[in-house]
């Protein structure tokens, strides 16, 4: 049996998330790849076989806020490849409005998608990890809003506040099981969906053009430049590796010095 670890790859579908899927495979790990939209899953996945021979990759469509779906997921990968060795939760979503007009719906799926399925999905893959005597790690990515309050923001602020909180309990969890948790604290990614779909708010609470958004916020950062995947793919590939195990509970910052605690 293929016994090369397995890393699971929540929100795996698009974007960041794809990236980093396919520069886990690229480091050695099988990778199954769950997202939302199980097309995008499966189309990753499919690269990824077609760079590393079949059987390195699935995909799986999951609601990672849905127990039962989450669980679901778990069984699933744990037929496919057998252990799991690595959980990347980077599933996310961000809905901005000032606070006056913020809708409980747009709050509640902010901390539904942010918090709660990480919470799920920490928990059906721990589980896993502790019946295999796995020494694994669960990785979060994060955001320097999780660090510092977002204006307009205020839903994915609250619930990436709470992703720190958690990433800390569930690394004194799990500590005495040899398994590290830690969450990485992004800058802004200019050129995702993400950030390109808040741009309108973003003008309106500075009260600029839309076409200067982005040149603002790279001006905020000391190093000049927004975050890029390879960025967060190089300090992931750091806290997945053995290098990095005596670091648990840790929020760690790859913003280019905007964020400096
Ligand atoms: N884009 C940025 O500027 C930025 C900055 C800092 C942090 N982040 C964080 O990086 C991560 C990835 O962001 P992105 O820009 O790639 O976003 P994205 O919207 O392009 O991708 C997010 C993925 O998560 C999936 N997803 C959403 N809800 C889900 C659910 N309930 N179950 C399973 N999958 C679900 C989506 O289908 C999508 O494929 C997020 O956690 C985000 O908060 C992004």
């Not at 295999?132 to 320097?144: F, L, M, Q, V, Y």
Request: charged share 20%; aromatic share 8%.
């Amino acid at each position: 049996m293929n016994n090369k670890p397995t890393a699971i790859v929540i929100g795996g579908g698009q974007t960041l998330g794809a990236f980093l899927s396919k520069g886990l495979a690229d480091a050695g790990y099988r990778v199954a790849v769950a997202d939302l939209n199980g097309d995008n899953a499966e189309r990753v996945a499919a690269e990824i076989n077609a760079a590393h021979g079949a059987g390195s990759a699935a995909g799986f469509a999951a609601d990672a806020t849905n127990e039962a779906a989450v669980d679901e997921l778990a069984a699933a990968v744990d037929r496919t490849f057998g252990r799991s060795d690595l959980l990347l939760y980077s599933a996310g979503v961000a809905k901005a409005s000032p606070i006056w007009d913020f809708p409980l719906k747009d709050f509640q799926r902010s901390l539904d998608v942010n918090l709660t399925g990480y919470f799920l999905c920490a928990r059906a893959f721990a589980r896993l990890m502790i019946r295999d005597g796995i020494h694994g790690r669960i990785i979060e990515i994060n955001s320097k809003s999780g660090k510092v309050g977002s204006k307009y923001n205020a839903g994915y602020s609250a619930a990436k506040f709470g992703a720190v909180g958690l990433t800390q309990s569930l690394a004194l969890d799990l500590a005495d099981k040899g398994i590290t948790v830690n969450a990485l604290m992004l800058g802004n990614l200019l050129k995702s969906p993400m950030f390109q779909s808040l741009i309108p708010e973003y003008a309106k609470k500075l009260g600029i053009p839309e076409d200067q958004v982005e040149q603002t916020y790279i001006d905020k950062v000391p190093l000049k430049r927004g975050c890029d995947y390879q960025d967060v793919l190089n300090v992931l590939l750091f806290y997945a590796s053995d290098k990095a195990s005596y670091c648990t509970g840790q929020s760690i910052n790859i913003t280019g010095g905007q964020v400096m605690f």
